[in-house]
């Protein structure tokens, strides 16, 4: 059986597509040996009022509070926040959740529309990396989530190598961390974002990295962790989780 340290990106039944009660999802990380989850909760503000999101993850935290007394996992009290820069009053509130441990940034709508629906119309590529931009500038998060998420709908994709290291510069520079995404194994057939990205992240300095399976269920929890840690760990990097807001390596 594999072993998994950490997996950084799990959505529990308080996500709008998952099912998964948080005691089932402790239950298959301890059978794995993981030491550390993080429960990342979808946040989406144009979806669902900021009280609502206030109050399904508190409920979330409360439930975490409780299953914590019964494993020797740390659970970290994430939440992946969609378009996190267009929202910055709905931002504040959520952060005053004092027990929020990690915020996971990530872009799945382009123009108010879905990211597949958006996906195969002009410009939509370099239009995704500008609204990231955006995002790695303007709002306060600890994680970049799945870089390249657009190659999921797309038979091609070729996004422009400066648009890319515009984008990995800055999260070098304001410190948020790559998050290598196992869920594109299944998706894509390699990881978000892919290996030629994470080498150029490596070649321009970036050392910092979280591995999350991004599982929505009971079978991909940790799922392609191992691989994608032995296919990147000649880079060296630092590998780690959040925690109370801070990085801190494994």
Same mark, same amino acid.
Request: net charge negative.
């Given at each position: 059986?594999? /072993?998994?340290?950490?997996?950084?990106?799990?959505?529990?039944?308080?996500?709008? &597509?998952?099912?998964?009660?948080?005691?089932?999802?402790?239950? /298959?990380?301890?059978?794995?040996?993981?030491?550390?989850?993080?429960?990342?909760?979808?946040?989406?503000?144009? #979806?669902?009022?900021? #009280?609502?999101?206030?109050?399904?993850?508190?409920?979330? %935290?409360?439930?975490?509070?409780?299953?914590?007394?019964? *494993?020797?996992?740390?659970?970290?009290?994430?939440?992946?926040?969609?378009?996190?820069?267009? @929202?910055?009053?709905?931002?504040?509130?959520?952060?005053?959740?004092?027990?929020?441990?990690?915020?996971?940034?990530?872009?799945?709508?382009?123009?108010?529309?879905?990211?597949?629906?958006?996906?195969?119309?002009?410009?939509?590529? %370099?239009? @995704?990396?500008?609204?990231?931009? %955006?995002?790695?500038?303007?709002?306060?998060?600890?994680?970049?989530?799945?870089?390249?998420?657009?190659?999921? !709908?797309?038979?091609?994709?070729?996004?422009?190598?400066?648009?890319?290291?515009?984008?990995?510069?800055?999260?070098?520079?304001?410190?948020?961390?790559?998050?290598? %995404?196992?869920?594109?194994?299944?998706?894509?057939?390699? *990881?978000?974002?892919?290996?030629?990205?994470?080498? /150029?992240? =490596?070649?321009?300095?970036?050392?910092?990295?979280? !591995?999350?399976? &991004? =599982?929505?269920?009971?079978?991909?929890?940790?799922? !392609?962790?191992?691989?994608?840690?032995?296919?990147?760990? &000649? !880079? #060296?990097?630092?590998?780690?989780?959040?925690?109370? /807001?801070?990085?801190?390596?494994?």
């Amino acid at each position: 059986m594999e /072993r998994i340290t950490a997996d950084m990106h799990i959505h529990s039944k308080y996500s709008f &597509d998952s099912s998964l009660k948080i005691k089932y999802i402790l239950k /298959r990380m301890e059978e794995l040996h993981a030491k550390y989850i993080a429960i990342t909760d979808h946040v989406e503000f144009s #979806n669902q009022p900021v #009280n609502e999101v206030m109050q399904r993850i508190r409920m979330r %935290n409360l439930k975490i509070d409780e299953l914590s007394k019964g *494993t020797d996992i740390t659970i970290i009290k994430g939440v992946e926040v969609s378009e996190p820069h267009l @929202y910055p009053s709905a931002m504040e509130s959520l952060k005053s959740l004092e027990d929020i441990d990690y915020i996971v940034g990530s872009i799945h709508h382009l123009c108010d529309a879905s990211m597949k629906k958006m996906a195969c119309t002009e410009g939509a590529t %370099n239009l @995704y990396f500008e609204s990231m931009l %955006n995002m790695i500038h303007s709002a306060d998060i600890d994680t970049l989530a799945h870089l390249d998420y657009m190659k999921r !709908y797309l038979t091609t994709f070729n996004p422009d190598p400066k648009l890319v290291d515009e984008v990995l510069k800055a999260i070098i520079a304001k410190d948020i961390i790559l998050e290598i %995404n196992t869920s594109g194994m299944r998706r894509c057939k390699e *990881t978000f974002p892919s290996p030629d990205i994470v080498k /150029r992240y =490596a070649e321009l300095g970036g050392k910092k990295v979280v !591995y999350g399976s &991004d =599982a929505h269920t009971l079978e991909q929890l940790g799922d !392609y962790i191992p691989e994608a840690h032995e296919d990147f760990k &000649d !880079y #060296n990097f630092e590998e780690g989780i959040v925690l109370k /807001r801070e990085f801190r390596k494994i």
